[in-house]
């Protein structure tokens, strides 16, 4: 089962921040938060990832909270093209060997309004 | 780069066939994955490999499912005999190896319609 819980929809205005949130209570201390896309119809995109610190990259920032149990995606200036679903997973850990397995939940779908 | 090459795109077949979905990784990628999505259950792992050896098979929903990777270029998936219930579209995807990086990339699906 996924470890995340994420809202199903979120609407945003091009050219303003999108700020999408995920909780992930249950996450153990040596597990990474990654971040996807699903444009309509296309395969899974990768967005970003990160461990304990916040991390940015060209398309996107991702803020995670200090005790690790939340995190947030921030699209700074959504466009028309950034509408999809948003998914956030927690990379399952067996031990403490981190597995490469990424367990999708419902995610975010994101709409994007001119 | 060709990204994760998938076919075919789309499949339609009689319930009862054979059916077999093929995947073509990124050179170098050690790591392969199948996922199924459908409306109901979202993206499901069905099974993936490393270095071209199943390592969790746990996905797959039942002996009508079989995957293999005879070599480190290609991956197939096949159903059979196929029930209406397996329509779904059907990911691969391919990663580096293991130790973070940036995630997976996936092929653009092979959408099945089981009739």
């Known amino acids: 089962d996924a470890k995340t819980t994420q809202p199903p929809s979120m609407d945003c205005a091009e050219g303003r921040a999108a700020n999408l949130p995920c909780n992930h209570s249950t996450i153990s201390g040596n597990e990474y938060v990654y971040w996807y896309r699903q444009i309509h119809s296309q395969g899974p995109q990768y967005i970003i990832h990160?461990?304990?610190n916040n991390e940015t990259n060209e398309m996107a920032s991702l803020i995670i909270t200090e005790d690790r149990k939340s995190s947030t995606l921030i699209l700074p200036h959504a466009t028309l093209r950034d509408t999809a679903v948003y998914y956030c997973i927690v990379r399952v850990a067996q031990g403490y060997v981190n597995t490469d397995k990424l367990i999708f939940g419902t995610g975010t779908r994101l709409q994007v309004f001119p | 780069d060709a990204g994760v090459i998938q076919s075919p795109r789309h499949e339609v077949t009689e319930m009862g066939q054979e059916v077999t979905l093929r995947c073509k990784p990124i050179s170098g990628h050690d790591y392969l994955f199948w996922y199924r999505q459908t409306m109901m259950r979202g993206l499901e792992l069905l099974i993936y490999f490393n270095n071209n050896v199943p390592i969790d098979d746990s996905g797959m929903p039942e002996d009508r499912f079989s995957a293999k990777m005879p070599n480190a270029s290609f991956s197939t998936l096949k159903i059979q005999p196929s029930e209406p219930r397996d329509s779904a579209v059907y990911f691969c995807?391919?990663?580096?190896?293991?130790?973070?990086?940036?995630?997976?990339?996936f092929g653009s699906g092979t959408r099945l319609t089981v009739v």
């Open positions: 990160g461990l304990k």
């Open positions: 995807a391919s990663s580096p190896m293991a130790g973070g990086g940036e995630g997976y990339t």
